[in-house]
């Protein structure tokens, strides 16, 4: 009789491993030290995340007729719980209102009825709550499904080859297109790295194949495909991933190769430096920031009567798949915008002190008045300057004209924007404080959270 056997059937043994060996480095602390402690001191903090802003009757215009009045009081009432104005404990309410556990859907809706009809004197039911909150939730669940992410950059190696080898047989491209086409990619990138819901033409995503084939078929002259400003532009394509570094390359880089294209001078320029400053905004030491972008704007300005710019812009206007391209004005309007924001933020919350940069942000809003009085950002800026007046002199006369003559409508639609455009979360609670002695029911009609 056989047994199985016991030992496994000996197979060729490994060739032992390497071993690892470690390089020691003797690192002199005494100097290294006080330069690694003074380079993080030096680095900018990280901007917080931006906060979710709607509004009730936004969040309810997808909603069935019949529930809508029952979601009217249960939208109301969460706007009125996270408000900073509001009387709620949140804690307090999420304890008596959320059922114990990690289900975030267990709600006590009787618990939560309760609260809404104590609230807004309300007389609804658990039931219709319930079933509010039912329509709700499943209406932020489909607009969850149909949004978009942005699609990145992807530019083959084969794009970079073709590029520097300059072999294509069109001796006279065209580089308006091709440099327009750029400075979007450029807006683009930039809109990730900043909030672009007020950037005039910025594109939410890319053609990236199309950008690629446009850059395939470019034939620079020799100087310039050697110049390594365009051999950086094409590993950023390459390497583009959607990360906030690559589009910073992007920024950079897309820049450098625009202002080579068409003259650092010419509109497209001029945008493309803008977008330069403003996505490191963070970097910069504020002086030599406002400094750089009330000069930008000069520059912009300038333009307004450039026969060559009025060339280009017809130019734009008949291109087949034409970016939207601010006009000067308008590009002169950001940067001034940026410039005076970004003083009255640091005014209001103490990072700078002195009445020079009160003066510096007043001037550029006055320039935005004579000259673009159209421009969308332009409320927002002057609430920002109304509000930071207020805060800093003790005086709330400039905010309460502002506030009343653009009434409760206007109002609570420059303080959605607001909310959108601006991170500085003691200017938002100081212009929500100022908007509700004036209209009390806006504290339940904006919903904000971080």
């Given at each position: 009789m056989h047994h199985p056997r016991t030992n496994p059937t000996p197979t060729r043994s490994k060739q032992p491993e390497k071993a690892v060996r470690y390089r020691t480095v003797f690192v002199d602390w005494d100097k290294a030290g006080p330069v690694l402690c003074d380079r993080e001191a030096q680095r900018p903090?990280?901007?917080?995340?931006?906060?979710?802003?709607?509004?009730?009757?936004?969040?309810?215009?997808?909603?069935?007729?019949?529930?809508?009045?029952?979601?009217?009081?249960?939208?109301?009432?969460l706007a009125d719980a996270i408000s900073?104005?509001?009387?709620?404990?949140?804690?307090?309410?999420?304890?008596?209102?959320?059922?114990?556990?990690?289900?975030?859907?267990?709600?006590?809706?009787?618990?939560?009825?309760?609260?809404?009809?104590?609230?807004?004197?309300?007389?609804?039911?658990?039931?219709?709550?319930?079933?509010?909150?039912?329509?709700?939730r499943k209406a932020q669940a489909k607009k969850a499904v149909t949004t978009k992410a942005p699609r990145t950059l992807d530019a083959s190696l084969a794009l970079r080859e073709r590029l520097i080898d300059g072999r294509d047989t069109q001796a006279q491209a065209d580089h308006t297109g091709l440099a327009l086409d750029l400075l979007a990619a450029i807006r683009s990138a930039a809109g990730r790295l900043i909030d672009n819901d007020f950037g005039e033409g910025i594109p939410a995503s890319i053609d990236s194949q199309g950008l690629a084939q446009r850059y395939a078929s470019f034939s620079a002259p020799a100087a310039l495909t050697r110049d390594r400003a365009y051999d950086r532009l094409l590993r950023t394509l390459r390497d583009c991933d959607g990360e906030a570094e690559s589009d910073m390359r992007l920024v950079l880089d897309g820049s450098r190769v625009v202002c080579d294209m068409l003259g650092q001078g010419s509109l497209?320029?001029?945008?493309?430096?803008?977008?330069?400053?403003?996505?490191?905004?963070?970097?910069?030491?504020?002086?030599?920031?406002?400094?750089?972008?009330?000069?930008?704007?000069?520059?912009?300005?300038?333009?307004?009567?450039?026969?060559?710019?009025?060339?280009?812009?017809?130019?734009?206007?008949?291109?087949?798949?034409?970016?939207?391209?601010?006009?000067?004005?308008?590009?002169?309007?950001?940067?001034?915008?940026?410039?005076?924001?970004?003083?009255?933020?640091?005014?209001?919350?103490?990072?700078?002190i002195g009445e020079h940069h009160l003066r510096t942000a007043q001037h550029c809003i006055d320039r935005m008045m004579q000259r673009d009085t159209a421009f969308a950002l332009l409320r927002i800026t002057r609430l920002i300057h109304a509000v930071t007046l207020a805060q800093l002199t003790h005086d709330t006369l400039a905010v309460d004209e502002l506030i009343r003559g653009w009434g409760e409508s206007l109002t609570l639609q420059v303080l959605e924007d607001l909310a959108r455009f601006d991170n500085n979360e003691l200017m938002l609670r100081s212009a929500d404080h100022h908007a509700h002695r004036h209209f009390p029911a806006l504290a339940r009609r904006v919903i904000r959270a971080a």
């Amino acid at each position: 009789m056989h047994h199985p056997r016991t030992n496994p059937t000996p197979t060729r043994s490994k060739q032992p491993e390497k071993a690892v060996r470690y390089r020691t480095v003797f690192v002199d602390w005494d100097k290294a030290g006080p330069v690694l402690c003074d380079r993080e001191a030096q680095r900018p903090a990280v901007p917080p995340a931006r906060r979710m802003v709607t509004t009730v009757d936004e969040e309810l215009a997808p909603l069935r007729k019949n529930v809508k009045d029952a979601a009217e009081a249960v939208l109301a009432w969460l706007a009125d719980a996270i408000s900073h104005d509001g009387q709620s404990n949140l804690d307090e309410v999420l304890d008596a209102c959320l059922r114990p556990g990690p289900d975030a859907q267990g709600v006590n809706f009787n618990a939560l009825t309760e609260h809404i009809n104590a609230t807004l004197g309300t007389d609804l039911t658990a039931k219709r709550v319930r079933t509010a909150v039912r329509h709700i939730r499943k209406a932020q669940a489909k607009k969850a499904v149909t949004t978009k992410a942005p699609r990145t950059l992807d530019a083959s190696l084969a794009l970079r080859e073709r590029l520097i080898d300059g072999r294509d047989t069109q001796a006279q491209a065209d580089h308006t297109g091709l440099a327009l086409d750029l400075l979007a990619a450029i807006r683009s990138a930039a809109g990730r790295l900043i909030d672009n819901d007020f950037g005039e033409g910025i594109p939410a995503s890319i053609d990236s194949q199309g950008l690629a084939q446009r850059y395939a078929s470019f034939s620079a002259p020799a100087a310039l495909t050697r110049d390594r400003a365009y051999d950086r532009l094409l590993r950023t394509l390459r390497d583009c991933d959607g990360e906030a570094e690559s589009d910073m390359r992007l920024v950079l880089d897309g820049s450098r190769v625009v202002c080579d294209m068409l003259g650092q001078g010419s509109l497209p320029g001029v945008i493309a430096r803008l977008n330069v400053l403003v996505a490191g905004r963070y970097l910069l030491e504020s002086n030599d920031y406002t400094r750089r972008l009330i000069a930008l704007a000069d520059e912009a300005e300038a333009l307004h009567n450039d026969p060559a710019t009025r060339k280009l812009l017809r130019r734009i206007k008949e291109l087949p798949e034409a970016q939207p391209t601010p006009a000067p004005l308008r590009v002169a309007s950001y940067c001034l915008n940026n410039a005076a924001t970004h003083l009255l933020d640091r005014l209001l919350d103490g990072r700078l002190i002195g009445e020079h940069h009160l003066r510096t942000a007043q001037h550029c809003i006055d320039r935005m008045m004579q000259r673009d009085t159209a421009f969308a950002l332009l409320r927002i800026t002057r609430l920002i300057h109304a509000v930071t007046l207020a805060q800093l002199t003790h005086d709330t006369l400039a905010v309460d004209e502002l506030i009343r003559g653009w009434g409760e409508s206007l109002t609570l639609q420059v303080l959605e924007d607001l909310a959108r455009f601006d991170n500085n979360e003691l200017m938002l609670r100081s212009a929500d404080h100022h908007a509700h002695r004036h209209f009390p029911a806006l504290a339940r009609r904006v919903i904000r959270a971080a």
